[in-house]
């Protein structure tokens, strides 16, 4: 089977809670699988098996400190997944503005019910 596009792969990545929990706190600075494994009730190799995946998207690097395997938030893909968001952001701003114009009117103007 072909492997996905990276951009799939990251959104693939992200679609999971625990996943995007795991990117949080590795935002904070690097982490071992134990710490990352902590606020969750999850097993270890369950833990493991969601640093694959991050991991295979490009989210995460693995480094090597002793018998440490200690994770890093590699950025880069969320930085291409919020380029290719950026036009959607654009045309809900634009909606979201749009709505903000026609409520001030409303409330200026409370008589003026045409839409």
């Given at each position: 089977?072909?492997?996905?596009?990276?951009?799939?792969?990251?959104?693939?990545?992200?679609?999971?809670?625990t996943?995007?929990?795991?990117?949080?706190?590795?935002?904070?600075?690097?982490a071992?699988?134990?710490?990352?494994?902590?606020?969750?009730?999850?097993?270890?190799?369950?833990?493991?098996?969601?640093?694959?995946?991050?991991?295979?998207?490009?989210?995460?690097?693995?480094?090597?400190?002793?018998?440490?395997?200690?994770?890093?938030?590699?950025?880069?893909?969320?930085?291409?997944?919020?380029?290719?968001?950026?036009?959607?952001?654009r045309?809900?701003?634009?909606?979201?503005?749009?709505?903000?114009?026609?409520?001030?009117?409303?409330?200026?103007?409370?008589?003026?019910?045409?839409?």
């Amino acid at each position: 089977m072909p492997r996905p596009d990276p951009l799939s792969e990251t959104f693939a990545a992200l679609a999971d809670p625990t996943r995007r929990a795991i990117l949080a706190r590795l935002r904070l600075g690097q982490a071992t699988v134990t710490e990352l494994a902590e606020p969750f009730d999850f097993s270890l190799p369950a833990i493991s098996r969601h640093l694959k995946v991050l991991e295979q998207a490009g989210l995460i690097t693995r480094g090597r400190d002793a018998q440490w395997r200690p994770c890093r938030l590699a950025a880069d893909p969320l930085r291409e997944a919020a380029e290719w968001m950026e036009p959607y952001r654009r045309f809900w701003n634009d909606r979201f503005d749009g709505l903000d114009d026609r409520l001030l009117a409303i409330r200026d103007n409370p008589q003026d019910t045409e839409f």
